[in-house]
């Protein structure tokens, strides 16, 4: 069969609006290969976020201890490691709009570039005449617009990713997704913390300066690896037969309001947590090792502590497959609650230098835990249950109030713990009794909120959201891209 000429029976219709019964996307002819890489190339930029994310955490260690209370006791500190959350939530949402309305695949390389540029220059930042507080707000305003980059790789490269999913086997297209999505970000957690630890056992204490501009300027070399596959993607099957050509946004609104909001509030939760903790994952650390303890040492442990994010990940994408994404999301959210608990009451045994190996082990599985649910399967829920033409949208609005929740939670967190006084034990008990009761939380929403969610989703979510728009009278016609329209209707009239 003409691989031009495939088409799903759901979505495909001839010039008297009569269904033509075509081929499903994992019938068109193809190699594994070529199933494969637009996944691959769609979803690894993921790793970036991340990395720049998460590095920021051990950079900013490394400027308090360079520039002290200059530092620490500026607005710096505080901008510096969150204002890329609010550059994300910006990209998520502008290039959500963009993904839809214009190009997967435009959107995914613009976001690429600023990803690339502001990864340099961040490393690059200097204040005018050498001014310490122009360098602050040099970098605050290079990881501004980094996130903005960073947000765009949620609905153009996630979405469609997920829709690249769609030609892979049955039974393989939620670890797929996963993989290359969550788990990218994961090991960029991982790499992230192993790389200043590396450079301060290169560049030592004495030399820190070199070290974060050099930790930061790494982080152009993802987003530059990918940027030859970027080039060769194609836009995604399923976005050609859906991509909508005028929206009916109050209806759009009437059907999926609710599932937004249920998918938002779990994604906020999760980030308010997860984002929070690996930020200051290496300044608990420091508290707990020596106080003659060199740095590289935190940052080692601090990278053993993200190392239990992947074996989370791993097992959570073959569980989503195996029960289904919603499942999978209760159960992890669930058990991390619970672990959660469990640290809070025997925190004052850890909170300790000789048990520094029983805290990272204990947090980590809490870590591990989360990635299984709600880390591995909320944004693989926000790119399946809505239609195609709108995924973009709602996949960058629901990835927007994630980060919200990340923004959100790097101002509390410090707040929660000052709201224990000068007891240390509450100091480390708080953060970890609100996370907990947030987990369980969420576990909840989802049990009674979320719809299943199955290998056929996408393709199902599609004919449903079809089937609502015939009934408002939305001519269902006008669906695809120009050149998939045309050469429907060429193969229909033949």
């Known amino acids: 069969m003409d691989n031009e000429k495939i088409i799903t029976e759901s979505q495909a219709t001839d ?4 269904s033509v019964h075509v081929a499903p996307l994992d019938a068109v002819p193809k190699t594994r290969w070529e199933r494969s890489w637009p996944t691959i190339a769609c979803g690894a930029g993921l790793f970036s976020d991340g990395y720049l994310n998460s590095v920021i955490g051990s950079v900013n260690t490394m400027l308090k201890t360079i520039y002290k209370d200059e530092y620490a006791k500026s607005d710096a500190q505080s901008n510096v490691s969150s204002i890329a959350f609010a550059g994300t939530v910006l990209g998520q949402l502008v290039f959500g709009y963009l993904s839809d309305h214009w190009s997967r695949r435009h959107s995914l390389l613009i976001s690429t570039f600023i990803l690339i540029i502001f990864a340099a220059l961040g490393a690059g930042s200097y204040g005018a005449g050498g001014s310490i507080q122009g360098l602050f707000a040099a970098l605050t305003a290079y990881r501004f617009l980094l996130g903005i980059g960073i947000g765009g790789e949620y609905p153009a490269g996630s979405v469609a990713c997920a829709e690249a999913t769609g030609e892979l086997k049955r039974g393989h297209r939620n670890r797929w997704f996963i993989c290359f999505t969550n788990l990218s970000i994961d090991v960029g957690f991982v790499v992230a913390s192993f790389v200043p630890m590396i450079l301060m056992l290169i560049f030592t204490e004495h030399h820190m300066r070199a070290a974060w501009r050099v930790a930061l300027g790494l982080g152009v070399i993802p987003p530059l690896s990918l940027l030859y596959l970027r080039f060769k993607l194609q836009e995604p099957e399923e976005y050609n037969r859906n991509k909508m050509n005028h929206y009916p946004y109050w209806l759009i609104l009437k059907f999926y309001w609710w599932r937004l909001v249920v998918v938002s509030l779990i994604w906020f939760i999760y980030d308010f947590s997860a984002y929070s903790f690996s930020i200051y994952s290496s300044s608990w650390l420091a508290f707990l090792l020596p106080a003659d303890a060199p740095l590289w040492k935190t940052f080692g442990w601090n990278t053993v502590i993200n190392l239990f994010y992947v074996p989370g990940a791993v097992a959570g994408a073959f569980l989503s497959d195996w029960i289904g994404p919603k499942r999978c999301l209760i159960l992890g959210v669930t058990l991390q609650g619970i672990i959660g608990f469990i640290m809070t009451g025997i925190y004052k045994h850890l909170d300790q230098p000789s048990q520094v190996g029983g805290f990272v082990v204990i947090y980590g599985i809490f870590l591990a835990l989360g990635e299984v649910g709600p880390g591995d399967n909320i944004g693989l ?7 195609t033409s709108v995924r973009g949208m709602y996949y960058g609005i629901a990835a927007a109030c994630g980060k919200i929740g990340a923004f959100v939670g790097n101002y509390i967190f410090p707040d929660i713990i000052k709201a224990a006084g000068d007891d240390v034990i509450k100091q480390g008990q708080y953060p970890f009794y609100v ?8 576990g909840l929403i989802a ?4 719809p299943e969610i199955g290998q056929d989703t996408i393709t199902d979510e599609d004919e449903r959201f079809r089937a609502y728009l015939v009934q408002n009278g939305y001519d269902v016609s006008t669906l695809g891209t120009k050149k998939y329209r045309e050469e429907t209707k060429a193969a229909t009239s033949g």
Do not use: M
């Open 381 to 387: 829920v926000a790119s399946k249950t809505s239609a």
């Open 447 to 450: 049990l009674f909120c979320l």
């Open 15 to 18: 010039d008297r609006g009569l």
């Open 435 to 442: 996370s907990s009761a947030l987990c369980i939380f969420s």
